[in-house]
């Protein structure tokens, strides 16, 4: 269907069995995500909010229900394909920035390419455009450690980029990092939503969750409150302060 919405999760269901114990972790998520939005989900530990978010980005498969993502119904992929969905459809932001210690940040964004078997000069030409993209241009050769923390992030932020995905999964991006970064953050994520990206955010924090244009919270196993808002402007950062600062 040329209407279908870009991620479609019809009553899902996820158990999870610990010997004799079946924990009911999601319990029947209905859930239409179009291209182009910017969807914040919320709930507290234990709430089936990361169990949904798992199943998003294709590292889980569902016990009951259906997910389509792109129009194509995950559970009918093999793990080739299932892959192949991650590394051409979907960019992965964590809390933890996951880049290699001693890699440059240049290097760190062009190993999703590397396993795309992009050759070389090309890798260096997508990488470099992504962290030019979110502020880090004069940053190329620094490595995590010569990176403050809002740097560290921006670098996994353009390695979700550097593949030209349709879709951004970002589990708690602002964790770790202070209130001002943080909004910084946010203004980036607000920029890529602009520019026609759809973001899927995992969240707890409620400043956070107002930057998105859409709220889904979820509790016990249930998506409880799905609402549409007009997004709080993030205070963007200019991209010389970006340099400096985050």
Do not use: W
């Amino acid at each position: 269907m040329v209407d279908e919405p870009l991620i479609r999760v019809a009553d899902v269901e996820k158990v999870y069995k610990t010997g004799d114990v079946e924990v009911r972790a999601l319990r029947g998520v209905s859930l239409d995500v179009r291209p182009g939005e910017f969807v914040a989900i919320m709930g507290s530990s234990g709430s089936g909010k990361s169990t949904l978010m798992n199943l998003l980005g294709c590292l889980d498969r569902p016990t009951a229900g259906s997910y389509r993502l792109a129009g194509r119904e995950v559970a009918r992929m093999n793990k080739n394909e299932l892959a192949e969905v991650r590394s051409e459809i979907l960019g992965f932001v964590f809390q933890s920035f996951n880049l290699l210690a001693r890699t440059s940040a240049l290097e760190n964004v062009e190993l999703p390419l590397v396993y795309r078997g992009v050759g070389g000069a090309e890798r260096h030409r997508r990488a470099k455009h992504a962290l030019e993209r979110v502020g880090l241009g004069a940053r190329l050769d620094h490595t995590p450690a010569q990176l403050s923390g809002g740097q560290q992030q921006r670098v996994a932020i353009a390695r979700a980029l550097v593949g030209d995905p349709k879709v951004i999964l970002a589990d708690e991006p602002t964790g770790n990092l202070d209130s001002q970064t943080s909004v910084d953050v946010m203004a980036l994520f607000q920029e890529l939503g602009q520019a026609g990206i759809t973001i899927v955010l995992v969240t707890h924090e409620p400043d956070i969750a107002e930057c998105a244009s859409r709220v889904v919270v979820v509790k016990d196993g249930l998506i409880v409150t799905d609402r549409r808002q007009e997004p709080r402007p993030a205070r963007a950062a200019s991209t010389a302060s970006a340099e400096v600062h985050p």
